[in-house]
């Protein structure tokens, strides 16, 4: 008997191993910084206007300007005290039973301030409902705003009762006519007319967005051109730190004491706000909605034109606003 010996020739099989290939991230999301801190990936210039800090080559497939941001401390200052502070992370990672705040870190609304002394629910903790939510009182202990506002209500109640003697309207009583809008107002008006639309930095011209949507100087330029006709975009007033610190000339428009503020004015950020030493650090402008705390606003990557309460922001306004009436 023969014996056919058949050459068994081994199949060579390559594995290909896609670990070798670089993941790429987005715009806006998650990163690995320094220390091995989660962080999101934005532009190096939002990161900066959130006192955040990133490194290089974290953000793969990304544009040059798009880093990976952490910031190591938040914290919410109200009236005096500082009654919230922690970290930043992605609300997935803030840990159970912590809580979170927004509008303190970079990013997206979904990285947030992970505070660890305490606070609300995530899902109703703002800087907006934090800065109506308590007040010192006379002692230095916190007092709920709501039981004064409760006793101050029921005392205005009472006090403006009419009483047995008070005059009737005379039939031929005209309504009084409802008072003109400022040319600021006008202004704020348009702005609102954006709600909604997203934060892009740079953007915005006389007509409309650039890039999908408005930074907060396109936004005002915008809504000013959409009133007057005047073109602050090619006047090189566009830029927030340009508009403040031009001289009343080359604006038109006059600086008013941060006292006097009103619904329509331009309200600035930017530390000390010092355009001869520091011009480049003045990075933020709104339009007040009234003569508190409250302003319409493209604020950052991440974010729509909306509302934003600033009274217990890590920063203060700069000392003027700009009037456009």
């Excluded at 903790?125 to 009182?137: D, E, H």
Aim: proline share 6%.
């Amino acid at each position: 008997m023969r014996i056919h010996l058949v050459a068994l020739i081994p199949a060579i099989v390559v594995a290909f191993d896609d670990s070798f290939v670089s993941p790429r991230s987005v715009l806006n999301g998650p990163c690995t910084g320094k220390g091995g801190v989660k962080g999101v990936c934005v532009p190096t210039k939002s990161c900066s206007h959130d006192n955040g800090t990133y490194i290089d080559d974290a953000c793969p497939g990304t544009p040059e300007e798009i880093k990976c941001c952490t910031k190591s401390s938040c914290s919410l200052g109200g009236l005096g005290v500082t009654v919230r502070s922690g970290d930043c992370r992605w609300v997935q990672d803030c840990g159970e039973g912590k809580k979170t705040v927004r509008n303190l870190c970079p990013g997206p609304d979904e990285y947030r301030c992970c505070v660890t002394n305490g606070g609300e629910p995530a899902t109703n903790l703002t800087i907006a409902s934090l800065s109506t939510s308590v007040v010192p009182s006379s002692t230095g202990n916190l007092t709920s705003v709501a039981t004064s506002l409760a006793t101050n209500n029921a005392t205005s109640s009472a006090s403006h009762k009419p009483s047995s003697s008070s005059k009737k309207p005379t039939p031929t009583s005209k309504p009084k006519p409802k008072p003109t809008k400022t040319l600021g107002e006008k202004i704020l008006a348009k702005a609102k007319e954006a709600k909604g639309i997203p934060y892009h930095w740079a953007g915005g011209n006389c007509k409309g967005t650039t890039g999908g949507g408005f930074d907060c100087s396109g936004l005002v330029s915008w809504a000013v051109c959409q009133v007057t006709g005047r073109d602050l975009f090619s006047e090189g007033l566009r830029v927030t730190r340009s508009m403040y610190c031009a001289s009343e000339k080359k604006r038109k428009y006059k600086k008013i004491k941060w006292s006097q503020r009103r619904a329509g004015d331009a309200v600035f950020f930017g530390g000390k706000c010092d355009c001869k030493k520091n011009p480049g650090g003045i990075h933020h402008v709104g339009l007040m909605t009234n003569s508190g705390w409250d302003m319409w606003n493209a604020l950052k990557t991440g974010t729509r034109i909306r509302h934003d309460n600033f009274k217990d922001w890590n920063e203060s306004p700069c000392p003027y606003v700009i009037r456009f009436d």
